[in-house]
């Protein structure tokens, strides 16, 4: 199946294109769409795709403008461009910069756009077919390719399954001897440029070396030295090896696997090198880690647990340092420990994340305090940190804020009474007055003083606070408008629209 990813300022189009590809039969299937190329640019950095169905002009960046960078950042990223007549000149522009095939937008129809989508994916194929044509080592390395993706997708679990399963595949002619494996985590198509050096250039006795491409950020090396005997001079080359990578190319960390004397041996080399790359992930950009000196701690789940339960009562009870502690020490046991799970540890800080934010957002009413969902924003900004460092300054931002939130010069006991009521009660139709009886004083006196002391008057407020929860009823929800309106106690849908978009408006002026 093809993923294809849309840019396109004007939504209906982008409507269109998503419905008829979603309706393709399996055939193709939607990895995104942007209405702008800046936000288009980012979001494919995270978002694998294989073709993308680009408007020439828009707002902004235009996509004429945005093929250059594309076709650097995502050189197997397929352009289609979509052009009116009036933009035909800049179409020519476009096809000389690497658009692969283009439709006006004034003549698409469903048929034209699956004949225009289907040229591209017979150019692809062709191309696929030249290049292992031209590989004499295409089933080697594809065997080799094959198995690694086994062992890190965990279809293979231990060295004897794979032991068994290198028995469905012919003995590889390399890897006689000294073989070893290098894991490296790096920015997306940062390894690129390892094909233009010979191999005799990284290393002279670097007689193989397979690159395997796991994700757009973590690529395995496969190599073999022959013509070494000793050790000893092994590990010297190996060391060279790896300075030769730290000088040349752009790399986050480097793990490197023990040598083994038999392809039998890969599970353990591949696991190994996986592991002393994620050992980088407690150190500085471009380290390079042996096996050997990392730790073999697994994650203590049920102790992290203990922490998440404890930091989700700090929150409730809205004691600031205590939870700025408490979060210290889990970042104390990780540097201590240096479990290699990275994957399940920043899983771990999102959903921590996520459970924080919820958890304010429920005692305060404060539903703006980190706008997005938990797959949005700053949550899904976690899933990208390459270090406990950039976790930890994550961390210190959202206690920083949350800090700010809690330290609020406060009200007037009275004001602060009438404020905990509003909040308690905002979903019904209360008034002033009955606030005002809450809080045993004159509606019009406690109007005048809570405009004073909050800077609002008391239906600025209590409308602020109703629309901050809408918001996040929207966002987070798959409750209709009406009904969100309903929930807030509105009995008039047209006017909670209306200010509902005024609130919108003015957020976004």
Known sequence: MYKI???DDETPVRQWLRFCIEHSGGRFEVAGDSPNARDG????????ADILLLDIMMPGLSGLDALPVLKERFPRLSVIMLTNFSEFEYLQQAMRGGVEEYFLKSEITEETLFQCLDKVIQKREALQNHASRQSPVTKEYNMVVQLAESILNQTITDKHDFQERLLEYPAPASFTGNLFVLAVKHGRSSLHQLS???LAEISPYL?????????DHITLLVCEMEKIHS???LFHEITNMALWIQSNLSFYSVGISNMYTRFLNFYEAVSEAMHA???GFYLEKGSIQYIYNTSGALVDKELLAKYRSGIIELVKSKDYEGLRYQMNQVFDYLEAKKPAEIPFLLDYFKDLFYLVCSVYMSETQNYQILAGSKDSGPFQDILKCNFLSEVKNLTNALLDLLGQEYHNPSCSPVINEAIDYIQGHFTENITLKDVSAAVHMNADYLGKLFKKETGNSFNAYLTTLRMDYADYLIRN???KKYEISEKLGYTNFSYFSRIYNQYKSGKTS
């Open 5 to 7: 990813f849309i840019i």
């Open 41 to 48: 640019l980012a979001r494919l950095e995270d978002t694998p």
């Open 231 to 233: 050790h000893l001079t």
């Open 277 to 279: 790359m994620y050992h």
């Open 207 to 215: 007689s193989t070396m397979y690159v395997v491409k796991h994700t």
């Open 196 to 198: 233009n050096y010979a």
């Open 477 to 479: 929800t798959s409750l």
